[in-house]
Structure formats: C-alpha cells, structure tokens
Nanobody, 120 residues
Framework: QVQLVEAGGGLVQAGGSLRLSCTASESIFSFNTVGWYRQAPGKQRELVAS???????NYADSVKGRFTISRDNAKNTVYLQMNSLKPEDTAVFYC??????????????WGQGTQVTVSS
C-alpha cells in the first residue's frame, strides 16, 4: 500500500513563505503525476500544482508566480514552495500521487493532509 507523508504546514503571516513536503513510501517514478490539492472550509478540493515524471508542471491560476512544485527523486519527495502567501491560501493541503490505468482513469493515493493557515 502506497503511503504519502506530508510535512511543513503551519501558521504564517500574509506575505510569508512555507515549504510543504510529500514523501512517498516507494519511488515517485511509480507515479505518472504527483500533485498538491487544497481544501478550504466549505469549499471543494482543488488542484494547486502538479508535476509529471518528466518534470512537466501545472499550476492553478491563483498560485502562478507564487508557488513552485519540485521533486527530489532520490528522496522520493515532492515539494511545494509557497511564497507571498495570502489569507485566501488558508486550507488543508493534500498530496496526491496518481497512476494512469487507462487513458481515462487513474488510481489515486492521498496523504493525510497538512494545515496551512495564513493570518492577515
């Protein structure tokens, strides 16, 4: 069973920075895509950023230019560097690892979530 362990959440003032990490129990080359999602109270879970095995990245418009996703293959870890944080970034952040089963379906694995709170 794949396990994803997140770390790095916390409380930060607006304008500050945090770095989240997601460490997998197996090689991240096992996954087609690893990404970060977030869910704020009363809102749906949304994709924040993702990175493929080939290193292609994708970002939500709301975080472009502020967040950077990266991977350290040797450590089986994906990072999310978050700069210029805003109160609206407050949410539980979840790591996701996906394996493509067919062109239209994936097997998804999720971490337990880490709280990010940005104070104004």
């Amino acid at each position: 069973q794949v396990q994803l362990v997140e770390a790095g959440g916390g409380l930060v003032q607006a304008g500050g920075s945090l770095r989240l990490s997601c460490t997998a129990s197996e090689s991240i080359f096992s996954f087609n895509t690893v990404g970060w999602y977030r869910q704020a109270p009363g809102k749906q879970r949304e994709l924040v950023a993702s990175i493929t095995g080939g290193g292609t990245t994708n970002y939500a418009d709301s975080v472009k230019g502020r967040f950077t996703i990266s991977r350290d293959n040797a450590k089986n870890t994906v990072y999310l560097q978050m700069n210029s944080l805003k109160p609206e970034d407050t949410a539980v952040f979840y790591c996701n690892a996906a394996i493509r089963l067919t062109p239209y379906s994936y097997r998804n694995y999720w971490g337990q979530g880490t709280q990010v709170t940005v104070s104004s």
